[in-house]
C-alpha cells in the first residue's frame, strides 16, 4: 500500500510539473499541450460516442490501433519463441549447430532489428506478414543466444542425478536442461520482447501498412496533422503496454526465479 | 503395485566388480584411474571405499552408477551385467544436486513420477514417508535455498531413498559439511540402513567416516587406482564416530594409508 502511494504521488507530481509548465506559456501550446487535452484526445478516440447529430468517428479508434499492434507483436513474438527455445537448446547440445547457426543468431542478433524492416516491405509488401517478419526477428535471434548460453550453463550434475533416477532423452531436456536454464531463458525473453516492440514501432510510423492501422500509424499521423495531444496521447498509450507487458508476461517469471533460486528480488 | 509393497524394505542387491579398468586422457597426459579393479559387495553390506584422491574410488562408483562406462571388465549387479544408469542404484552426491526449480517435495516427487507403477496420491505418501525417515517433513514446501547444508543433504538422501532402490551409492556426501552436522548425519545414515536393508558403496577420504559406518572398508591406492588393502569393522552398531574402538581401527587403515604413500613419495623425489 505504502509503494503504491508512493508512486501515485510520484505520478501526480510529474503531471503537477507539466500543467505548470504549460500554464507558464514558455513554450507554444501548440508543443506543449495541457495535461486535459491529451486526456481529451484518449477520450475522443476511445469511449467518446458523440452526438446523436454528430456521432464521433473517432471512437474506439486508439482501442483498435492497440488491438491491431498487440496482436502483430504477440503472435509474431510467440512464433520467435517457440521456435527460438528449440533452436536454442539444439544448437547448445551439438556442436556443429553451434559453428553454423549459432553463429548466424549472434550475427543477426547484432543487427539492429529495425533494419529488417526495408527487407521485410520488399519481400512481403506493406502488409501483415511484413510485421510478423520483423517482429519475429526481432525476438528470435536473441532468445536463441539466451536459450544456448543457459543450456550450456546448466550444472551437469542435474542431469547426472536425473539419469540415475531413470529421466531419459526428452524427460531430462524438458524436465531437467530447460527449467534449469530458465533464469538465462527468462532475460533472453525479456530482451527479444524489447527488440520485437521497437521495431514494430518504428515500421509502423514510418510505412503505412495497408491492411491496419496500428498505434505507430496514430503516432505518424499525429505529426502530419501536427496534434501534437495525438502524438503525447498515443506515446502514453505505448508507454502503458510496455508496462502491463511487463507486469503480466515477465513479472510472473521473475518472481518465480527470485522465490525458487533465492536470488533477491 | 500397492503402497505397502512400495514402502516395505526390498532385499538389497550384490555388485560383483569384475577387473574394472578405466584410464583419462588430459591433453597429453594419462590417467590411470583404475587398474584391474575386482571387489565384491554382498547383499545388504556397507562398504567404504577411501583414498588419496586421484585413486580412482569415485571413477569406480560412477562406473557403479552406470554413469561412465568402463575401458574393460564389468559390473554385475544381481549377476546382471550394468548398462548404464538405473533406478535400482541410485546415488547420493557430494553437492547435493537438488533441482532449484523445484521445493522439496517436487524433487521428492520427480524421481517417483518416474515410477510408473504408482498413482499420484501413493507417490506423495511415499515422499512423506521418506521426509518423516530424515526428519524434515515439515520442510516439505520449502525452496531448496532456504535449507541449510546439512538438510539439503538430508533431503538429497530422501530424494535417493524415495524410488526404494537395492543399492545406494554416495560420492562423499558430508564432505562439505560442518563436523556437528557431520556426526548427526553419521548417525542417521545408520540407522536408516539398518531400517531400510540397502547395499551401501560410500565413497570417503575421510578415514575415520569410513571406519564408523563400513561394514568393510576398502583401501585404494592410486597411480594406477588399485585395491591396496581391505579391513573388516567388527564393531556394533550404532557406532559413535568418537569411541576409542573406533579409533583402533581408523589408526589401523590409517597406518596403512601412510605406509603406502611414503615410498611413493620417496620415489618422486
Known amino acids: 500500500m505504502k509503494r503504491f502511494l508512493t508512486a501515485v504521488l510520484f505520478f501526480s507530481g510529474l503531471l503537477l510539473i507539466w500543467q ?3 500554464s507558464l506559456k514558455l513554450w507554444s501550446p501548440v508543443l506543449v499541450p495541457a495535461p486535459l487535452d491529451v486526456a481529451g484526445f484518449i477520450w475522443d478516440y476511445t469511449f467518446n460516442p458523440g452526438t446523436a447529430l454528430e456521432p464521433n468517428e473517432h471512437q474506439w479508434e486508439l482501442f483498435g490501433a492497440a488491438g491491431i499492434t498487440m496482436k502483430r507483436l504477440l503472435v509474431g513474438y510467440l512464433i520467435g519463441l517457440l521456435a527460438g527455445i528449440p533452436v536454442g537448446m539444439a544448437t547448445a547440445r551439438m556442436r556443429a549447430l553451434r559453428d553454423t547457426v549459432g553463429v548466424l543468431a549472434l550475427g543477426l542478433q547484432g543487427l539492429p532489428s529495425v533494419c529488417w524492416v526495408p527487407l521485410a516491405l520488399l519481400w512481403f509488401g506493406q502488409n501483415e506478414s511484413a510485421m510478423l517478419f520483423v517482429v519475429i526477428m526481432g525476438t528470435l535471434w536473441s532468445v536463441i543466444l539466451a536459450t544456448e548460453t543457459g543450456v550450456r550453463n546448466v550444472n551437469p550434475i542435474y542431469v547426472r542425478a536425473a539419469l540415475t533416477m531413470g529421466s531419459k532423452r526428452l524427460h531430462t531436456l524438458t524436465k531437467v536442461i530447460l527449467p534449469a536454464s530458465l533464469p538465462f531463458i527468462v532475460s533472453g525473453m525479456k530482451q527479444g520482447w524489447a527488440f520485437a516492440w521497437r521495431s514494430l514501432m518504428a515500421a509502423e510510423i514510418y510505412v503505412t501498412i495497408l491492411t491496419g492501422f496500428g498505434l505507430g500509424h496514430l503516432l505518424h ?25 511487463d507486469k503480466i508476461l515477465f513479472s510472473p517469471w521473475e518472481n518465480f526465479l527470485h522465490r525458487r533460486w533465492g536470488t533477491s528480488g | 503395485m500397492t503402497l505397502q509393497q512400495e514402502l516395505a524394505p526390498i532385499s538389497p542387491a550384490k555388485l560383483a566388480v569384475e577387473e574394472v579398468s578405466k584410464t583419462f586422457r588430459t591433453g597429453k597426459r594419462e590417467v590411470h584411474a583404475l587398474d584391474r579393479v575386482s571387489l565384491q559387495v554382498s547383499e545388504g553390506e556397507f562398504v567404504c571405499l577411501v583414498g588419496p584422491s586421484g585413486c580412482g574410488k569415485s571413477t569406480l562408483l560412477n562406473i557403479i552408477a552406470g554413469l561412465e562406462q568402463p575401458d574393460g571388465g564389468r559390473i554385475l549387479a544381481d549377476g546382471v551385467p550394468v548398462s548404464g544408469p538405473g533406478r535400482d542404484r541410485m546415488v547420493m552426491f557430494q553437492e547435493h544436486a537438488l533441482f532449484p526449480w523445484l521445493d522439496v517435495m517436487g524433487n521428492l516427487m520427480f524421481s517417483l513420477r518416474l515410477k510408473p507403477s504408482l498413482k499420484d496420491s501413493e507417490r506423495r505418501e511415499v515422499a512423506m514417508y ?13 525452496n531448496i535455498h532456504e535449507l541449510s547444508g546439512g538438510m539439503k543433504q538430508r533431503i538429497a538422501l530422501a530424494r535417493a531413498l ?37 547395499t551401501i558403496v560410500f565413497v570417503t577420504h575421510n578415514v575415520r567416516e569410513a571406519a564408523c559406518l563400513g561394514d568393510r572398508v576398502v583401501l585404494f591406492s592410486p597411480n594406477p587406482g588399485r585395491v591396496q588393502e581391505e579391513f573388516k569393522i567388527d564393531l556394533p552398531r550404532l557406532r559413535d564416530i568418537n569411541s576409542p574402538e573406533l579409533a583402533t581401527y581408523s589408526t589401523k587403515i590409517m597406518r596403512a594409508l601412510k605406509g603406502h604413500l611414503a615410498p611413493q613419495m620417496e620415489a618422486s623425489e
Open chain 1, 20 to 22: 505548470v509548465l504549460y
Open chain 2, 162 to 198: 524415495a524410488p526404494n532402490p537395492k543399492v545406494l551409492l554416495m560420492d562423499e556426501p558430508f564432505a562439505a559439511l560442518d563436523a556437528l552436522t557431520r556426526e548427526q548425519l553419521y548417525g542417521d545414515i545408520q540407522r536408516i540402513w539398518l531400517e531400510r536393508k540397502k
Open chain 1, 221 to 245: 499521423y499525429g505529426r502530419e496533422l501536427n496534434a501534437m495531444e495525438q502524438v503525447i496521447g498515443v506515446m502514453l498509450v505505448i508507454v502503458s503496454i510496455g508496462v502491463a507487458a
Open chain 2, 130 to 142: 521418506y521426509l518423516h525417515l530424515v526428519g524434515l517433513e515439515r520442510f516439505q514446501n520449502a
